[in-house]
């Protein structure tokens, strides 16, 4: 080994063991329909946590007090990918079959908004924005929608780089939407009202960012999958800068959060069992590293609930997990 590469794995080490002292409570739930891929949970007003099935057809909700689950069937084919609840329901993207469904508890019947151009075949990552529209994703079909609930009018605007993927999403305080284009080391977003894209280029062409946040200082944060690394793009002067994860280059960072504090937790997929990591941008210091007692597989997408500061998360391994935050 290099002298660099062994003063870098010796610096990983160092900060992997100080964080490993921090670690957080974590408890999952096993999932009693196997193999169906639980993921993308968020809690509702009532404190029920609702997720889909992606492999298995379903929407679902676990009640963390009683450890029950209750699950409703979708249109066969839909292929859930993600959902976001509200006061209207539960919003689910039909990966497979080209539509958005909206999912009333109440009566076990759904609404879908289909997209208006068959090349959306792939609706992926959903996040509401503050005027009660639905912002959206599509990685195939190389789009970023938009949908209007009270008009049902589905807006599509088509990437600026061909095949890049648009794949996690998310809002910054203005209303304005930061996009991963996953095949590509750019970083997208887009003006609400004239729905003109900018791209930003990140300064390793080998980047490929899975998920994004923005927090309240509306600084953007991503992490790079292919190469593990967390990064921050300060939209006001283009800089960017990045710090390597614990697990290294083949560490697979993606399901990512940030919590009241503004600190950034993610999840390294690379590293067996999984590890649910903290950053603080204060201190610019990773604080916190837990393993996932499951081994995670993967864990794709996760949200934090504010009110009793947990963090949510599906695994591959057919859990569902909950991350208690630290005060």
Request: proline share 8%; glycine share 10%; hydrophobic share 35%.
């Amino acid at each position: 080994m290099k002298r660099r590469e062994f003063a870098q794995a010796l610096t990983l080490t160092l900060v992997a063991a100080g964080a490993a002292a921090q670690q957080v409570e974590i408890r999952e739930w096993p999932v009693p329909w196997e193999n169906s891929r639980p993921r993308d949970p968020f809690a509702d007003a009532q404190g029920r946590v609702w997720f889909v099935g992606q492999v298995g057809n379903y929407v679902a909700y676990l009640d963390p007090g009683t450890g029950q689950f209750k699950r409703f069937e979708v249109e066969e084919g839909t292929n859930p990918h993600n959902l976001i609840v509200d006061e209207r329901g539960v919003w689910y993207a039909g990966n497979a079959n080209a539509r958005i469904g909206l999912l009333d508890p109440a009566t076990g019947k759904a609404r879908t908004f289909p997209m208006p151009d068959p090349a959306a075949r792939d609706p992926h990552t959903l996040v509401f924005a503050q005027d009660g529209n639905i912002w959206f994703t599509v990685q195939g079909g190389n789009f970023i929608g938009r949908l209007n609930p009270r008009t049902s009018e589905v807006s599509l605007i088509p990437s600026k780089t061909p095949r890049s993927r648009p794949y996690g999403i998310n809002l910054d305080r203005t209303g304005r939407p930061w996009v991963n284009l996953f095949a590509t080391n750019k970083i997208a977003t887009i003006d609400p009202n004239t729905l003109e894209i900018r791209e930003y280029e990140l300064p390793r062409p080998g980047a490929r960012t899975r998920r994004i946040e923005v927090t309240s200082d509306q600084k953007v944060w991503y992490v790079d999958y292919a190469e593990g690394y967390l990064g921050m793009l300060d939209p006001a002067t283009g800089h960017v800068k990045e710090w390597r994860t614990p697990g290294g280059a083949r560490s697979m960072p993606y399901g990512m959060e940030f919590d009241h504090l503004d600190r950034l937790w993610f999840v390294e997929t690379g590293v067996q069992p999984n590890t649910f990591v903290g950053f603080d941008p204060k201190t610019e210091q990773f604080f916190s590293i837990t393993p996932i007692a499951s081994g995670g597989g993967a864990v794709r997408h996760m949200m934090f609930e504010p009110t009793k500061r947990e963090i949510w998360f599906g695994t591959d391994r057919g859990t569902i997990g909950r991350a208690v935050i630290p005060r």
